[in-house]
């Protein structure tokens, strides 16, 4: 199903990469760390204005208090912001009740369900300015290329920013997908989630103008047929695309990813007078169990199995005292799911053989999220190859081992994500770099599917 007749020339989607560039370039100052890297938490200030609209004159910030007041603010130039954008791009906004923010461009058989891309903008702790944003600010930018183009969708098209895909602030990943996939489990252990500040996340999302008056989380639910297909453009944050010299990466499946909170509680003391007979140190066994789990991941010797413990938190963390707890979360992941969970047995193990090895209670094992593995739809799979033939961008299937919002998509809509090339496979930290003509080509292909995709 060509978008025009005759077939459009390959050159015919034309992406404004100075202005797409000027907005991740702007975007990427919204941040709690300073450049190159990008830090922006979930519902914090930076998080609050990277989404706004501001009207022209309204350029303070009195909903927060002075010392946490941007500079930035004032500055007449940044006022491109997500809901600002889709707003000129003529997309119609509106937001749920966490914050997952939906740009609607009607379709003339608007009552067909629709076709979604989007992705995410928080960003972890000192990472970089790419990852998540490629993938809504190249969403609007492809409503602009077939705008441009004088394309009339069929089915309507929208575009999705979804709230919190990253874990940082409340430890849940992909929060706003998984609500959106309709989570009852999430919804219930949102009731009493807090942050590392002991700040509720109702709070939270309240002091960002959302959840107001109680709502009900389950609002946020998508109903079955609510899209008829979701893509996502993402970079790769892997080396192959650029290894092998190729534009535009087709996922087919989502590696299953997992999380899970340990903390070990032990005795403390002093650092001097405490004998080494006498300890049960509750660090040393979280320093145990980071081994241990290494080890069990190695064990498989099969490399798509991985294991991470990224925070191992010490208290009192004072170098004269021997930590009395230890909070550690570790991150393991697999393309082969029941592999994944025979990783997490033998963590559970080894937390409970070290625990008793060393005299330390294990007062907390808690799986957060073990999540399957997510498959992308053939038909969606075919659009977003036969836009890349079309495009004469050279192309090949992958799959992520990153997870993204399209793996709670799928549970609701036919999924696809393309991926493009980034330096060096870099992600999450500051040096994460995709070049303004690799994401264009990821934008022209957006493009060119979602068009497919509409008229299908
Ligand atoms: C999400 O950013 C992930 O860790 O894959
Ligand atoms: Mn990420
Ligand atoms: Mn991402
Ligand atoms: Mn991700």
Request: a negative charge.
């Amino acid at each position: 199903y060509p978008i025009h007749e005759p077939p459009l020339p390959s050159n015919s989607l034309s992406v404004n990469k100075e202005s797409l560039q000027k907005q991740i370039d702007e975007l990427s100052t919204f941040s709690d760390s300073p450049a190159p890297s990008v830090t922006r938490i979930l519902y914090t200030e930076k998080d609050v204005m990277a989404r706004r609209t501001i009207r022209q004159g309204n350029t303070s910030s009195e909903k927060f208090p002075v010392s946490v007041r941007s500079k930035t603010l004032n500055e007449p130039k940044l006022r491109r912001f997500v809901k600002n954008l889709m707003g000129l791009s003529g997309l119609s906004v509106r937001e749920d009740a966490v914050g997952n923010i939906f740009g609607r461009w009607e379709g003339y058989e608007p009552e067909l369900a629709a076709v979604l891309s989007g992705s995410h903008i928080d960003a972890i702790p000192h990472s970089g300015k790419y990852d998540g944003v490629v993938g809504v600010l190249g969403a609007i930018e492809a409503i602009n290329v077939l705008k441009r183009f004088g394309f009339k969708p069929k089915k309507s098209l929208e575009v999705i920013m979804f709230t919190s895909e990253e874990p940082t602030r409340f430890g849940i990943s992909c929060l706003g997908s998984r609500l959106l996939a309709g989570s009852e489990a999430l919804v219930k252990a949102l009731k009493h989630t807090v942050d590392n500040h002991n700040i509720s996340f109702l709070d939270a999302a309240r002091s960002a103008g959302y959840a107001k008056d109680q709502e009900d989380l389950t609002s946020v639910f998508l109903d079955e047929d609510s899209y008829s297909a979701f893509v996502e453009l993402h970079i790769e944050q892997g080396p192959i695309l650029e290894e092998e010299s190729i534009s535009i990466g087709i996922v087919t499946a989502i590696a299953a990813p997992a999380s899970i909170k340990v903390e070990f509680k032990g005795n403390g003391g002093h650092a001097g007078a405490v004998l080494m007979p006498n300890r049960n140190d509750a660090g040393l066994a979280a320093a145990e169990l980071a081994l241990a789990v290494e080890k069990h991941v190695l064990e498989f010797g099969s490399i798509d199995t991985v294991g991470t413990v990224g925070i191992m938190e010490l208290h009192p963390g004072a170098i004269n005292s021997i930590p009395s707890k230890a909070h550690l979360q570790i991150d393991t992941r697999d393309i082969d799911e029941s592999r994944r969970n025979i990783v997490i047995d033998k963590i559970r193990q080894s937390a409970s053989t070290i625990s008793k090895n060393r005299g330390v209670q294990l007062s907390e094992f808690q799986i957060v999220n073990q999540d399957p593995p997510a498959l992308s739809e053939d038909s969606v799979i075919k659009a977003m190859e036969s836009a890349s033939k079309e495009l004469n961008l050279t192309h090949k299937k992958m799959i992520s081992r990153a997870y993204h919002d399209s793996l709670f998509m799928a549970r609701k809509s036919p999924m696809g994500m393309i991926f493009i090339p980034c330096y060096k496979g870099y992600s999450h930290k500051p040096e994460e770099y995709s070049s303004i003509e690799d994401i264009a080509n990821g934008v022209r292909v957006l493009a060119l599917t979602l068009a497919k995709l509409s008229l299908s």
